[in-house]
């Protein structure tokens, strides 16, 4: 519930934030002659001095529909925008570019609605119970509990089975009572079954298959020392096996680290670190994995926190990109490039939800259909009619536009991790 509460006041948040950006237009209603705030005369339902709207409530009523409107409606514009960023989104960009920006939610506006229910819907979707692998001292003491609820409440039901056995000749309401007891317990019982039951199941299944996981990259490390051994000795090149084997202990430690096994691992191989790499900056570098290691948690919860605040580097990291398939078209300002981006990120996060949503409701093959085939004809339809190229110009600008997307989401994801990590 709480999770579902907070998405809801982020989204909230980001409608606010939004509509700061994009400020109202066309609202104002009512008959008063001076403005409130500045004192000129109205001529209109806005105030032409100050901006100010001449209508201003001061109703419980009115101040639930701002809330609201502020949410869905973006005074109309988001009905005429959506459609457009969805299936025509080369013509909404120039459009805006070129001058029609009262008729369209701006790019700004619509990227920070969009970060926000992102957010708030991904924070909905992913379940906030028990961890999927969990060290074995959690794991023991969460199975203790459990084990001891549901011995007390057996021990319960079993004492007013007892009771009602004794009580065979006893009036009809102390049996009721007995009876109305022994079911609210076995009720206790099913719901803790339901419950704690199924989420220590779960949690038993996902440290059994790391373990196994665990047991495979072991034999493969063992093997692998062996053969490089066999090869030293008989003067047999070794580099491809040490490869294989540095990649294995890679994946050993990322199992122990996901496992819950973290600190022990690491400390059973305080030897690993980034010597083998020469650049400024690696013990920085070596110093926050460490620290990240020891208390993942906390390194996931700063990550998140990171992508959901700087969110909007990923316009500038962008841009530049885009601006190499345009650079000798001087026509083309760095505004027209920052517009096709922010609407182009903000259209990726808006499908992203749709596909989302649609993979946790059981359409998981409309949803990876959408995320797999829809984007590069997004981007091809953008270019294509925003930049107003041929269709083989924009053809071959969505391929390399698809590698500089990869490439500038790499960046972003190095970015907030670094941040996270230091």
């Not at 021990?155 to 004794?166: C, G, M, N, R, S």
């Not at 930049?387 to 536009?401: H, K, P, Q």
Request: aromatic fraction near 10%.
């Amino acid at each position: 519930m709480v999770g579902e509460l907070a998405g809801a006041a982020d989204i909230m948040t980001g409608a606010t934030l939004a509509r700061a950006v994009e400020p109202a237009a066309g609202e104002g209603r009512g008959t008063q002659k001076l403005c409130l705030n500045c004192g000129a005369a109205l001529m209109g339902a806005h105030c032409h001095n100050c901006g100010q709207k001449a209508h201003v409530h001061r109703t419980l009523h009115e101040f639930g529909h701002d809330i609201l409107h502020s949410v869905l409606h973006f005074d109309g514009k988001i009905w005429r925008t959506l459609p457009m960023l969805f299936w025509k989104p080369g013509d909404l960009t120039r459009r805006y570019v070129h001058g029609e920006r009262a008729k369209f939610v701006s790019p700004l506006a619509l990227f920070l609605f969009a970060v926000f229910l992102t957010f708030a819907t991904f924070n909905w979707l992913v379940p906030h119970g028990a961890s999927s692998v969990t060290s074995p001292e959690t794991l023991e003491s969460v199975r203790k509990d459990y084990q001891s609820d549901r011995k007390d409440l057996q021990d319960i039901i079993a004492a007013l089975e007892a009771e009602k056995k004794a009580s065979a000749s006893a009036e009809p309401g102390d049996m009721e009572r007995i009876n109305s007891k022994i079911a609210r317990n076995r009720k206790l019982m099913q719901s803790l079954e339901d419950g704690r039951g199924r989420e220590l199941r779960q949690m038993e299944i996902a440290n059994e298959k790391f373990l196994s996981e665990r047991r495979k990259i072991d034999a493969d490390i063992a093997r692998l020392e062996t053969s490089i051994e066999e090869a030293r000795k008989t003067g047999q090149p070794t580099k491809k096996l040490e490869d294989e084997l540095r990649d294995a202990k890679i994946a050993a430690r990322v199992v122990s680290t996901a496992a819950g096994g973290l600190e022990n691992s690491f400390e059973e191989n305080s030897d690993w670190n980034f010597t083998d790499l020469e650049f400024p900056g690696v013990d920085t570098l070596n110093n926050a994995v460490k620290t990240g290691m020891k208390n993942p948690q906390l390194l996931l919860y700063k990550i998140q926190s990171n992508a959901y605040k700087y969110s909007w580097s990923l316009i500038p990291i962008s841009v530049p990109f885009v601006w190499l398939l345009f650079f000798w078209r001087r026509r083309f300002k760095m505004f027209d490039h920052a517009v096709f981006v922010t609407y182009s990120i903000t259209f990726m996060m808006l499908l992203g939800i749709i596909c989302a949503v649609l993979i946790n409701i059981g359409l998981g093959a409309i949803g990876g259909l959408l995320l797999a085939f829809y984007p590069p004809i997004h981007m091809y339809r953008q270019l294509h009619h925003a930049y107003e190229t041929s269709r083989f110009g924009a053809a071959w600008r969505m391929c390399v536009l698809s590698f500089f997307a990869m490439t500038a989401l790499t960046l972003f994801t190095m970015l907030i991790i670094g941040l996270g990590a230091t």
